[in-house]
């Protein structure tokens, strides 16, 4: 059974960092898209970027483009998401969650991922 913990988040005031990571258990992850959402109040879970395990190519939403970075640990079985500049509309539970399949690379759509961590609460302080 996959198991996804993700830890990290914290208190930041704007234009500060934090690095997520999420662990991942379960299978070989090797032919998997990570993908990193996040959920504000009263909102949709929003796509932020997602990561190919294998071969490490990454694709962002337009409204972190240049801010974050995902990256990845094979050793460790670990996804990281460093969060730069960060925004007080950046302000949401951040969640981490896998894709299987082959149709898309790292889509947005939340619906298509399959396993989902427990999120981890990101505050911005403006």
């Known amino acids: 059974q996959v198991q996804l913990v993700e830890s990290g988040g914290g208190l930041v005031q704007a234009g500060g960092s934090l690095r997520l990571s999420c662990a991942a258990s379960g299978r070989t992850f090797s032919s998997y898209d990570m993908g990193w959402f996040r959920q504000a109040p009263g909102k949709e879970r929003e796509f932020v970027g997602g990561?190919?395990?294998?071969?490490?190519?990454?694709r962002y939403a337009d409204s972190v483009k240049g801010r974050f970075t995902i990256s990845r640990d094979n050793a460790k079985n670990t996804v990281y998401l460093q969060m730069n500049s960060l925004k007080p509309e950046d302000t949401a539970v951040y969640y981490c969650?896998?894709?299987?399949?082959?149709?898309?690379?790292?889509?947005?759509?939340?619906?298509?991922?399959?396993?989902w961590g427990q999120g981890t609460q990101v505050t911005v302080s403006s």
């Open positions: 969650a896998t894709y299987g399949g082959s149709k898309f690379f790292a889509p947005a759509s939340p619906e298509l991922y399959d396993s």
């Open positions: 990561i190919r395990w294998n071969i490490g190519i990454t």
